[in-house]
């Protein structure tokens, strides 16, 4: 497997499986975190440079496209799914159409995966565009109930 070296931290590159590896050490592949909303971190640092928190998604996409990317640019996940950092699932996206990619379920139930949460499940409707977040809830039960009450409210079929 090829990897790409990151144009500015020089010392972390990327292969197309969307591993991240740094040179320090003899080459070796980073052990990745996630962050509150699931998406894959790791922390930077690489003299003269700032230690900075990289998006694992957006690290990827700027080593193989070989280019800084404008912070008003998100890379998108095609498959939605926010672990799957392949190349190929990668996309580049302005936030509104991202936004507007996100808000195409009308109504939707997620399972917080934060470790520190008593309440797993997360109720979020949305409706012209826009994203309502209804709650969050210990129960699939209590969840669906609370769907349930948000498409009578933002009339929704289901």
């Known amino acids: 497997m090829e990897i790409i070296w990151h144009p500015l931290y020089k010392e972390y590159g990327a292969d197309s499986l969307g591993n991240v590896y740094s040179r320090k050490n003899n080459l070796r592949q980073l ?17 003269p440079l700032p230690v900075k928190l990289q998006l694992v998604n957006r690290f990827v996409y700027e080593c193989f496209n070989q280019k800084l990317l404008d912070k008003n640019i998100t890379i998108d996940h095609i498959n939605s799914n926010s672990q799957d950092n392949r190349i190929e699932n990668l996309q580049e996206m302005s936030r509104r159409d991202n936004k507007r990619k996100n808000c195409s379920l009308p109504l939707f139930i997620t399972k917080n995966s934060s470790k520190n949460s008593a309440k797993l499940f997360i109720v979020k409707v949305c409706k012209n565009s ?29």
């Open 31 to 47: 052990k990745l975190q996630n962050n509150y909303h699931n998406y894959k971190y790791f922390i930077a640092s690489y003299k």
């Open 130 to 158: 826009k994203r309502f977040h209804i709650g969050c809830y210990k129960t699939l039960e209590e969840a669906i109930i609370a769907r349930d009450n948000s498409c009578k409210e933002f009339d929704i079929t289901i």
